[in-house]
């Protein structure tokens, strides 16, 4: 989307971050314009099973994590509006339970329902 919103062809109201994008430092966070403490930021990530070895889940972070820091993944990264988050798996692991924590108490608010 970033692309569209540098050439022009749409206005970028807010990023979900709660930081700003380098690449459009003059668009405003939600929590900027009024909602404070929005911070919606996707991410992606490796899972493995739970019995995976140890040993095999530090070599596949570790080669992803070289991978995401070359130039050209940087590169391709930035011209997203994006940034790589680079972690360790235990780290990793504390991201995901703070999310699932926090969009549960979303879905409870919401009161969505599966029918």
Request: aromatic share 6%; no cysteine; charged share 25%.
């Amino acid at each position: 989307m970033i692309q569209h919103v540098t050439s022009g062809r749409v206005r970028a109201i807010a990023v979900t971050s709660a930081r700003r994008v380098a690449i459009a430092a003059d668009v405003p966070t939600i929590a900027e314009s009024g909602i404070g403490g929005f911070d919606v930021n996707p991410w992606w990530g490796i899972l493995a099973p739970a019995a995976t070895d140890a040993r095999i889940v530090r070599k596949v972070n570790s080669d992803v994590a070289e991978i995401l820091r070359t130039r050209e993944m940087q590169e391709f990264f930035k011209a997203q509006g994006a940034e790589a988050l680079i972690t360790t798996p235990e780290e990793f692991q504390k991201l995901l339970v703070a999310d699932v924590r926090k969009w549960a108490r979303v879905v409870k608010a919401s009161n969505a329902r599966i029918d």
